[in-house]
């Protein structure tokens, strides 16, 4: 707000001081992932056909956990709709795919799988579910598989196996709220050294399933010439700050709110020069993921991390490749323009 009162730009501090609110509740932000856990999390439920679904993810997916796993997928023919936040399933999807590529570190195979379910009273009984009809979707891996006692806390809030800074704990716990609250279950199968089955479990929907719009990353884009920068953070006031220092360098910004949006844009054919992304991004995929899932794609794409964790911790221990950087939070704005001069201004 200084700067553009020095500026005389006054017309523009109402979005500023609107931020400014929102910037006093971010500590909310770890709120709002217990309540999906609580399962009181907003959702937009729609009549969904998971085939499709499944279908439109396949090969971000096989994108996403690279080439030494193979990707399968088992779609059931004649599937019932299911009411569901087909968002929130997507990314459900995409957060057990990285956790069955995370317990294959030598590669291998991950299958997707969808059925009709009947559950009569002994099976529903087993599933904490109503006895009825359910809409299945079974994520498999042939990884390290897991023992009982890890299984009994994997949907712990904050429970995790992984290393530090590879994961918050939070995935499974808020698949399990969210499959909760639609009024579903999910469940684990699994032993050690035999590989790991999760399946969904949704109820059926008696009605005709959702036609998805494509999704069109063109439209999130504001063309202000000069090269292109896509920015990827959860917090929409970072986010906005980030988005105008782009615009503020007469480059091209496009926006993504958390992995799966920002992947879905860098496999379209939009010429990027710098990827811009928070470490600490929501629903299982942080911005180290995201950043080695483009190189799949986009070998030479230059990567600036934001984060405001340690940075060895989080991003593989601080071996960056050369073409990546990094920006601790809290930082100065002019020292973020700089960095992306520097990176993206001179080629």
């Known amino acids: 707000m200084q700067s553009r009162i020095q ?59 690279g080439p030494q796993i193979a990707v399968e997928t088992g779609a059931k023919g004649g599937l019932w709709a299911t009411l ?7 990314n459900a999807l995409l957060n057990l795919c990285i956790n069955a590529r995370d317990a294959m570190p030598e590669g291998g195979k991950i299958i997707i799988e969808t059925g009709n379910r009947w559950l009569d009273d002994r099976a529903a009984r087993e599933r904490d579910l109503p006895r009825g009809q359910y809409v299945s979707m079974c994520v498999s891996d042939n990884g390290i598989g897991m023992t009982p006692d890890v299984i009994a806390k994997a949907f712990d809030p904050f429970f995790t196996t992984k290393p530090i800074g590879m994961g918050t704990g939070l995935g499974l716990s808020m698949i399990y709220g969210f499959a909760r609250q639609s009024g579903g279950q999910v469940r ?15 109820p059926r929907h008696h009605g005709e399933e959702q036609v998805e719009s494509p999704y069109e990353p063109s439209a999130e884009r504001r063309d202000v010439g ?33 992995g799966v949006q920002a992947l879905k844009i860098l496999r379209s054919d939009i010429h990027l020069d710098l990827l811009i992304t928070d470490v600490g991004l929501p629903n299982g995929m942080n911005g180290r993921q995201v950043a080695d899932a483009a190189r799949e794609v ?50």
């Open 7 to 65: 500026q005389g730009r006054i017309g523009e501090l109402d979005r500023y001081i609107i931020g400014a609110q929102g910037a006093a509740k971010r500590a909310a932000a770890l709120t709002h992932r217990l309540l999906a856990f609580s399962r009181r999390q907003t959702l937009d439920p729609r009549p969904t056909d998971v085939n499709r679904l499944v279908s439109g993810m396949e090969d971000l997916i096989r994108r996403t956990v």
């Open 226 to 258: 000069g090269k292109t920068i896509l920015v990827v953070d959860d917090e929409p006031l970072v986010r906005m700050l980030l988005v105008d220092a782009v615009e503020d360098l007469g480059f091209a910004p496009l926006e993504a709110e958390d």
């Open 84 to 90: 569901v936040d087909p968002n929130q399933l997507e």
């Open 298 to 347: 986009r070998p030479d794409l230059k990567v600036l991390f934001v984060t405001g964790y340690a940075e060895n911790a989080v991003l593989s221990h601080g071996h960056l490749d050369r073409s990546m950087q990094v920006v601790t939070k809290p930082f100065d704005m002019t020292v973020l323009a700089a960095r992306i001069q520097e990176m993206v201004g001179d080629e």
């Open 188 to 202: 684990i199968y699994s032993e050690a050294g035999q590989g790991t089955m999760v399946c969904l479990y949704l």
